[in-house]
């Protein structure tokens, strides 16, 4: 009996050791030319990352710092930068002080595979603006022997590099601080899916999973763990639901887009309303098993007109299977099959290109052939696809609505934003062979 007494009162000191480790949890960066405080990193503009350090930047211009009489410490640049950080698995509040520089400042920021995190944040000259992102830092390790199994081209993946790396661009980006803590409470949203859901890891390809991020109060983590070209056989057998599962939390949400890929032939094939609808209710019970909540989301349409301006539907029966499924098990759904409809007609058949990898020869670096590509999506294409999963939560009046940020607004599919008004900085690296699936 005391054996078991120190046993349980060792557990509960260890478990109690963690968290705190966890809370007190903290890395300090303060960029430019200045003294530090004990406890705090400078990174001046020669700080560049290494293995060694584990911290660092990674350029593609040059950077400029502040000088002796500067009121504030800061790096900016003219070209995007990175600023990378070795880290654990797990979610991390990243509290960011951005600007300082006496020219005012224009910084977006993206982390990890160019996830959009804020958007055009401007800064005054000489004045700073601190804001607050979350960040999902995840291994495909599942457990000693366990891990997901990664294709080949996911090895060099931002998502799966064992670092938080955080990009600042824009017009003009400037950092002034960095404050990394560690907050694995935090609830979250885990995603799969397909290309269509993944965070692309290049220009410019883009899905609404990596624009979500953007739309979040700093109170909320998405873990993005959709793939290009996978099915949902595919992501259980890859045991990518398996390592989601086992990271998910009480309270916290799956959103489930698949259909593009289950209905072609071959071994990952599923028909729409026997085995498709099976297996939407396998990932369904796991999810609740965890005492989670799942989300259903149609897969939008891909680009393609009748005669009339009107869309084609190439996705068969599987919008529908999914919809059925929803009310079969009381789960919401999200109806992105039908938003997209309304979009892409309302762009129409010429102009909808906007929205999808539609770009002549030479746009990009080494690109010698047009791209024209009607399943997958531009920046452009995936905010707006973002901006209609955002709405669709608000006018359901889902749980999930309390996450949004105050000034999201509801969008209106059949009144597109203006492409010409949209701004997008793209991140340099860049890949012209389109992501698996169709």
């Not at 060694?52 to 504030?72: I, Q, V």
């Not at 692309?200 to 953007?214: D, T």
């Not at 892409?344 to 080494?366: C, D, L, Q, R, W």
């Not at 509801?410 to 949209?422: Q, T």
Request: glycine share 6%; proline share 5%; with cysteine.
């Amino acid at each position: 009996m005391r054996k078991k007494l120190i046993l349980s009162v060792l557990l509960i000191a260890s478990v109690v050791s963690a968290q705190t480790t966890e809370k007190s949890f903290s890395k300090k960066y303060v960029f430019g030319n200045i003294k530090t405080s004990e406890g705090t990193t400078k990174i001046d503009t020669t700080g560049k990352y290494s293995d060694t350090k584990g911290y660092g930047l990674t350029t593609f211009g040059s950077l400029k710092t502040n000088f002796k009489d500067a009121k504030t410490s800061f790096i900016a640049s003219n070209k995007p930068f990175y600023f990378s950080v070795r880290l654990p698995e797990g979610h991390y509040k990243v509290i960011l002080t951005l600007g300082g520089s006496p020219e005012g400042s224009s910084t977006t920021v993206k982390a990890e595979s160019r996830r959009l995190m804020l958007e055009n944040i401007k800064t005054e000259q000489n004045r700073t603006e601190q804001k607050t992102i979350i960040v999902d830092v995840r291994t495909p390790q599942i457990n000693d022997s366990t891990k997901i199994k990664l294709k080949p081209r996911e090895l060099v993946y931002k998502n799966w590099d064992n670092k938080l790396t955080l990009e600042f661009n824009g017009k003009f980006p400037c950092i002034s601080a960095i404050e990394i803590q560690k907050d694995n409470e935090l609830p979250t949203i885990f995603l799969a899916g397909n290309s269509t859901v993944t965070d692309q890891e290049y220009e410019p390809w883009c899905s609404w999973g990596q624009i979500f991020p953007r739309f979040l109060k700093p109170n909320v983590v998405v873990a993005n763990y959709a793939e290009s070209g996978e099915t949902l056989l595919a992501f259980k057998r890859e045991k990518r639901l398996q390592k989601l599962l086992s990271q998910m939390k009480k309270g916290d949400y799956l959103f489930i887009e698949f259909a593009h890929n289950d209905q072609k032939p071959g071994g990952n094939h599923l028909d729409p309303f026997t085995t498709y609808k099976a297996e939407l209710k396998y990932y369904i019970a796991k999810v609740r098993e965890k005492g989670g909540n799942p989300v259903l989301v149609t897969s939008m349409h891909r680009r393609n007109f009748d005669e009339n301006g009107k869309v084609l539907n190439t996705l068969g029966d599987y919008p529908e299977a999914m919809r059925q499924t929803a009310r079969e098990e009381h789960v919401p759904l999200i109806d992105l099959n039908a938003m997209s409809k309304i979009f892409y007609e309302a762009m129409g058949p010429e102009n909808s290109t906007k929205a999808f990898v539609h770009y002549p020869a030479h746009t990009f670096p080494g690109q010698e052939k047009a791209l024209a590509d009607n399943t997958h999506f531009n920046p452009y294409g995936a905010y707006e696809l973002a901006r209609c999963i955002v709405s669709s939560i608000i006018q359901q009046n889902l749980s999930l609505k309390k996450y949004l940020i105050d000034q999201t607004t509801i969008f209106n599919p059949a009144k597109p934003d203006p492409f010409n008004r949209f701004i997008w900085y793209n991140s340099p690296a860049v890949e012209l062979l389109k992501p698996d699936g169709n």
